[in-house]
């Protein structure tokens, strides 16, 4: 193979161009990333509805994301650049030069052991609060951070493929066995707004997942168990309510609407929806006219 | 020199293949290779069972009638609201010639779908029925009123001329929800085996019978737009019918035509086929069967029998006796006599369907209780409970004694509806044929809703298609079927320990001597 040496030195020639290529590469693909990632809010790519939680543990959890995505927007920019130069280097060295070997330095392990750990630590120490807020009964606040006992307002079965909602009637709490006067709703689950409530989740059949993407609200709900879940709808609108959970062919189908209202507005829906359920389609003949 | 390969260098190791078959797959994927096969209508066995010269007539009709879901057709002469926006002819154009193909129109309504290049449908005038003029709007003034039309200038409209822009629109609406929601379970055709049919109990409803379990109407009387509506927009609870709740109102209202519209096509098919059971294999094959036994067992009697035809032979007859069936019976002068009879059946089955579909919208024919529910007390469910478990209602063989829908009829074998034979498998059979447990009343599911109304209307006019039987206006008053509506919905709430014994066997005895 007296030819292999040609093919060598053609070869190192090409390699200087080849690593400087993909230095560049590294470091435009991080270059691209992070102008993406800035804009994309701007192009509908970002969070659910208008970009913003709606409800208070929604906001800390939101708040969370945006602390981690700094940490990491900033290991990723620090990683790349650190890439980028030593690919750089490494294509542009001249042979009389010598690479450094730094391979099994103690130190280095040392801290990139201990620094990540460290930032680790203070993101599991930090969320405590956040992931209490929203998973302990007893540490839950509302919107001004004052502690508040939720209102259990609703048991929201999902089957498939819908989600069968039970109220208690007007002015009554609710039972966790069904009532004569309960009243019925299907895909559509109303709530009283500005204050956190409790709904019992359940499922009638497979593994579904209750999920409000505006609210940051997500649970599974599990066959044999009755989960409460919490949350606060901050305003009054509608919200999407979604099933999260991949849980047969019509997956899909899931799609109900949360809506949330003020106190008085969810008390008058509540009388007419009883009025509907317990109609007993008597008319008097003077009324048909 | 670089070296040189007769194979490309990617393709020579196994990395290398595997991209190869990884750029097949997305080459395949996106010119769509997974395309599946257009949707057709199916026939019904009953169709298919024919013989080929009736079974041609009979796909034709039907293609004729209502089309291929891609084509679809709107016979108008039934009750479905196929969309458009109906209008007349206020006057003709003033100062301009026919050639201006233009009138002043007024339209009922929305006009607003009114667009450049909607088909015009003349429903009356000079214009209506002329087939070749397919006319459609070339331009429309909402301020004027101007509708100019493209297609021949004459005949010019009259004023008071109808006439209907997009017709058929709602229909093809209501395909479109109804392919997109719909169709998986309740098939194509709503003949109630969509792909993945086979995976639900109960059963997708076949539309094709056209008979609909949840109803607000009489007995006799089909399902009506407002139940669908119903049924559509909450689901059925306790069955794979879950609730469209969101989709919009424009979307339910046509995907509820849709429905209606393939319930008609399916009982109009049905219909036609009993009709045409002359020409059916089966029964050509039964008459000759039959013929036969009747032949050797007079031959065997000592007589002469004149001997049966063949079947090749009653084949060929039948396909005779079709053809004037089908195009009317030859005269003496050899024309034939219209219509044929095929023509008149088709025509009365017509006229019964539309007529059906009209009624089930007239408030008439909705059940509305005489009376107000009859207050939910003690006393009350107690009489409903009693009349439970009397040989008037005869709730109890079916339903159970303490309402777990686990009476003894459940354990018997049923007749099939309309034959001597029965049923293979234990239970209670719906129309449908499927096995049909009586409802359970301690789980508090009530699938034609929850209203009292509706579990009124339940007893008063039975279930269509299911063994349950209606007892209004016949066998209760008013004020027992609210009695047994309040006990019926009372059962959820209680202890589900059965009655103590002495209690069960005393009320039996009482109430069978009170009813005698």
């Not at chain 2, 010119?31 to 009979?58: H, N, V, W």
């Amino acid at each position: 193979m007296s030819e292999t040496g040609d093919g060598w030195g053609w070869f190192s020639v090409k390699a200087n161009a080849v690593g400087k290529f993909w230095s560049l590469f590294f470091v435009l693909t991080a270059v691209i990333i992070v102008i993406v990632s800035w804009f994309s809010p701007d192009w509908g790519w970002w969070f659910p509805g208008d970009g913003r939680a709606h409800s208070t543990v929604g906001k800390r959890i939101d708040d969370l994301f945006y602390m981690i995505m700094v940490i990491v927007a900033v290991t990723f920019i620090a990683t790349q650049a650190v890439l980028g130069y030593v690919l750089w280097r490494g294509a542009t060295i001249r042979p009389e030069e010598k690479a450094l070997f730094s391979h099994g330095s103690h130190s280095l392990e040392v801290i990139w052991t201990i620094v990540p750990s460290g930032i680790l630590l203070f993101i599991a120490l930090y969320q405590m609060d956040v992931w209490a807020q929203f998973r302990i009964k007893g540490a839950i606040k509302d919107a001004h951070g004052e502690f508040v006992k939720p209102e259990p307002i609703a048991e929201v079965t999902a089957r498939q493929f819908e989600w069968r909602i039970r109220y208690p009637a007007k002015g009554k709490p609710l039972n966790p066995k069904p009532q004569p006067d309960d009243i019925y709703t299907v895909n559509e689950l109303h709530t009283p707004s500005g204050r956190p409530v409790e709904i019992t989740l359940r499922t009638d059949d497979v593994q579904h997942a209750f999920f409000v993407p505006e609210l940051r609200i997500k649970q599974d709900a599990v066959a044999s168990l009755k989960i409460p879940v919490w949350f606060d709808a901050l305003e009054n609108r509608e919200y999407e309510m979604l099933c999260a959970e991949l849980c047969g062919w019509g997956h899909y189908k899931m799609k109900a609407k949360l809506v949330a209202q003020p106190d008085e507005e969810f008390d008058a829906w509540k009388e007419r929806v009883s009025a509907e359920q317990f109609d007993d389609g008597f008319r008097k003949p003077a009324e048909e006219k | 020199m670089f070296r040189h390969s007769s194979k490309p260098q990617w393709a020579t190791n196994a990395s290398g293949q595997l991209a190869c078959w990884m750029l097949f797959g997305i080459v395949c994927g996106l010119s769509g290779c997974g395309q599946g096969p257009q949707a057709e209508f199916q026939y019904r066995d009953s169709t298919l069972k024919l013989i080929p010269d009736a079974q041609k007539a009979m796909k034709k009709t039907l293609k004729e009638g209502f089309g291929t879901p891609h084509d679809l057709v709107a016979w108008e002469r039934f009750p479905i609201a196929y969309g458009g926006a109906k209008g007349s002819v206020s006057a003709p154009a003033e100062g301009t010639t026919s050639e201006a193909k233009t009138v002043t129109a007024a339209f009922e309504g929305d006009a607003t779908k009114v667009v450049k290049g909607s088909p015009l449908l003349w429903l009356t005038g000079a214009r209506a029925g002329e087939k070749s003029a397919a006319d459609t709007v070339a331009e429309y003034d909402a301020k004027t009123n101007q509708l100019k039309w493209s297609g021949s200038a004459d005949p010019v409209p009259a004023p008071g001329d109808k006439f209907v822009v997009g017709f058929g629109q709602a229909l093809q609406q209501g395909r479109a929800v109804y392919m997109k929601n719909c169709m998986h379970c309740h098939g194509v055709s709503g003949d109630g085996a969509g792909p993945t049919a086979e995976y639900l109990s109960p059963r997708p409803r076949d539309y094709r019978l056209g008979v609909f379990k949840f109803t607000s109407t009489l007995a006799a009387e089909k399902v009506s737009r407002d139940d669908l509506h119903r049924v559509v927009k909450y689901g059925i609870p306790g069955t794979y019918m879950p609730s469209f709740l969101l989709l919009g109102e424009a979307e339910t209202k046509s995907v509820v035509e849709y429905v209606r519209w393939l319930s008609v096509r399916g009982e109009f098919e049905k219909r036609t086929d009993d009709d045409l059971a002359d020409y059916s294999q089966d029964s050509i094959e039964d008459t000759v069967k039959k013929a036969l036994a009747n032949f050797e067992a007079a031959k065997k009697a000592g007589d002469k029998p004149e001997k049966p035809v063949s079947l090749a032979q009653a084949r060929k007859d039948a396909s005779q006796q079709f053809d004037e069936y089908q195009n009317g019976k030859i005269l003496e002068d050899k024309t034939r006599e219209l219509p044929s009879e095929m023509e008149t059946a088709v025509e009365d089955t017509a006229t019964f369907l539309a007529d059906v579909w009209t009624r089930a919208d007239d408030a008439a024919n909705v059940i509305v209780p005489t009376v107000p529910r009859v207050a939910d007390d003690a006393a009350s469910r107690e009489r409903g409970r009693l009349l439970y478990m009397s040989d008037k209602t005869k709730c109890y063989t079916c339903h159970g004694m303490i309402g777990k829908g686990d009476g003894a009829a459940t354990e018997d074998f049923w007749k099939k509806p309309g034959s001597e034979e029965l049923y293979p498998r234990r239970g209670l059979h719906d129309a449908w044929g499927n096995i049909l447990q009586p409802r359970n009343l301690t789980l508090g599911q009530y699938r034609g809703g929850r209203r009292p109304v509706d579990v009124f209307r339940r007893i008063y006019a039975g279930i269509k298609g299911t063994p349950m039987p209606g007892f209004g206006k016949t066998a209760l008053k008013d004020e027992e079927i609210w009695d047994i509506v309040n006990y019926a919905m009372s059962i959820q709430y209680q202890s589900s320990q059965p009655p103590k014994a002495n209690a069960g066997g005393h009320v039996a005895v009482k109430e069978t001597s009170a009813a005698k």
